[in-house]
């Protein structure tokens, strides 16, 4: 989405029912689950990891706004502001304090809630347009549900015609504003608010674990349900190839070019064709890197029909392929690299080649593997008329990473 967005975080609650009857009175918020890490921090995490490239305004009470000042430089996100003594009043205060900056868009969302699906928050900007006020994820209820008078009485509901309402919620900015300025009620949500004045709010099916902690027995079930397995990581391999004409260079020409081979000046007697500098193996490992990320191939990203990558140097082709792997959390495990080649003896290079790759990837030299392979003289490599490259990169990625 190109209009602005905000990202809202709702933490100045005082979390009274998770503290009830126990001797620690820390807000449910602050209360450490990982690594030191509190509830708030694995939050900010969980929603910079989603690489939404949107700021993140933090909203906590105003005896944390010192201490939050810290978290705020850490995480680089922007500064705290106070929050009120409602969830609403909070709401407002933030959208108060965004007048100036005025984004399309605001997603707000409860710290109460550390974890955040990435398919969920994709799936709220599809279904929002100028005729959407707000769109809500939301999950079915499994469990019967009855509906209690006065008197105690058990009164039958038919489930199917209710639903759980989750954060993050995605709304207009503008119409929220206007929604809360003119109107004193006191709501639970950002939907029910937008809804009871008429606007239109849309729903897309939430993700369970999206739950919320209000009672402290809720955080073993969410370290053990939903924290255990945004540890785990999956594992998926690119396959990159790509061949490049081999041109004989005009001996004593000024002019020849180098044959560059991963990055490195091997021999100057031949030289590579292409409309770049033809670093068939920097294209490869490029090749690889964004077909494990299912981005497609090389060409989709830097066209040859376009004159400004005439001549680039592959080593940011290679970079960006990398930047964008790092931006969804993902690592490299390993990278095989098969050169099919007469000329030059890979061996003699290959040292070279892996460390100006590791570098250009910021990865350890022993990730990376390469190999020369001769054709025995069969077909247009065999002649000298080319070289090709295989390579295989295994990258990994956190499970609850989905794109």
């Not at 509190?38 to 906590?60: A, G, H, Q, S, T």
């Amino acid at each position: 989405m190109k209009e602005k967005c905000i990202i809202i975080l709702l933490g100045a609650g005082l979390g009274k029912r998770f503290s009830k009857n126990k001797k620690n009175k820390i807000e449910k918020q602050y209360y450490p689950i990982k690594e030191k890490k509190n509830i708030f921090e694995l939050c900010i995490e969980n929603i910079k990891n989603l690489n939404l490239n949107y700021d993140i305004l933090p909203v906590v009470s105003p005896i944390k706004l010192y201490y939050f000042k810290k978290v705020s430089e850490k995480y680089k996100i922007l500064p705290p502001i106070s929050g009120g003594s409602t969830r609403q009043d909070s709401v407002v205060n933030s959208l108060n304090h965004l007048k100036k900056i005025k984004p399309k868009y605001v997603l707000i969302h409860d710290v109460a809630r550390p974890f955040v699906s990435k398919s969920v928050v994709l799936n709220l900007f599809k279904k929002i347009d100028e005729n959407v006020s707000c769109v809500i994820p939301y999950i079915n209820v499994d469990d019967a549900i009855r509906k209690i008078d006065k008197d105690g009485k058990l009164n039958k509901l038919n489930k199917n015609d209710y639903c759980l309402i989750q954060t993050p919620q995605l709304c207009n900015y503008q119409d929220l504003l206007k929604t809360y300025t003119n109107n004193k009620n006191n709501y639970d949500d950002e939907s029910s608010a937008l809804l009871d004045n008429k606007y239109i709010v849309k729903k897309v099916l939430g993700d369970k674990r999206t739950l919320k902690i209000t009672n402290f027995e809720d955080l073993s079930f969410f370290k053990n349900n939903v924290l255990k397995n945004m540890e785990n990581y999956i594992t998926k391999i690119g396959i990159g190839y790509d061949i490049h004409k081999l041109k004989k260079n005009t001996p004593n020409n000024k002019q020849s070019k180098y044959l560059i081979l991963g990055g490195v000046k091997t021999i100057k007697s031949y030289s590579l064709v292409g409309h770049s500098d033809a670093d068939v193996i920097l294209h490869s490992i490029t090749d690889s890197i964004y077909g494990g990320l299912n981005y497609g191939d090389i060409g989709k990203h830097f066209p040859p029909s376009q004159k400004k990558w005439k001549d680039c140097d592959s080593s940011f082709f290679l970079k960006h392929a990398a930047k964008e792997l790092y931006n969804r959390n993902g690592k490299i495990i390993h990278i095989d690299i098969v050169v099919i080649t007469e000329i030059p003896k890979i061996s003699t290079y290959s040292c070279k080649m892996k460390r100006n790759i590791s570098k250009l990837l910021g990865i350890n030299v022993s990730k990376i593997s390469i190999k020369g392979k001769s054709n025995e003289g069969i077909g247009s490599i065999g002649r000298k008329e080319g070289i090709a490259v295989f390579t295989n990169s295994t990258l990994s990625f956190k499970e609850f990473d989905e794109f």
